[in-house]
C-alpha cells in the first residue's frame, strides 16, 4: 500500500510562515494530481490547493496570495508554503493523491493522517 506522511505543523503566531511537506511511500512508478485539504473543529475538509504532475495549480480563494503549493516528482513529495498566517487557518491539514500508479496494480484516492497548524498568539 502507498502512504503518505505529513509533516511540518505546528503552533505559529498570526502573520508567521510554516512549510509543511508530505511524502508519499510505497511501490510508486507515478503519482497523480496532490493536494492539501484542512479541516477545522465542527467543519468540513475544505480543499485548500492542488497540483497536477504537470505543475498546474488550484488555490481556494481564502489562501490565494499567500500560500503556495509545489511538488518534486523524484521525490513524491508535495509541501505547501504557507504565510501570512492567522488564526481563521487553524485546522488540520491533509495531504491527499488522486491516484497513484504502482508497479502492479493502481491505487485511487489516498490520505495523510493529518498534522495540526495552530495560530494563536
Known amino acids: 500500500q502507498v502512504q503518505l506522511v505529513e509533516s511540518g505543523g505546528g503552533l505559529m503566531q498570526p502573520g508567521g510562515s510554516l512549510r509543511l511537506s508530505c511524502a508519499a511511500s510505497?511501490?510508486?512508478?507515478?503519482?497523480?494530481?496532490m493536494a492539501w485539504y484542512r479541516q477545522a473543529p465542527g467543519k468540513q475538509r475544505d480543499l485548500v490547493a492542488d497540483i497536477t504532475s504537470g505543475g498546474r495549480t488550484n488555490y481556494a480563494d481564502s489562501v490565494k496570495g499567500r500560500f503556495t503549493i509545489s511538488r518534486d516528482n523524484a521525490r513524491n513529495t508535495v509541501y505547501l508554503q504557507m504565510n501570512s498566517l492567522n488564526p481563521e487557518d487553524t485546522a488540520v491539514y491533509y495531504c491527499?493523491?488522486?491516484?497513484?500508479?504502482?508497479?502492479?496494480?493502481?491505487?485511487?484516492?489516498?490520505w495523510g493522517q493529518g498534522t495540526q497548524v495552530t495560530v494563536s498568539s
Open positions: 510505497g511501490d510508486i512508478l507515478s503519482i497523480g494530481t
Open positions: 491527499k493523491v488522486d491516484s497513484v500508479r504502482r508497479l502492479r496494480t493502481w491505487q485511487f484516492d489516498v
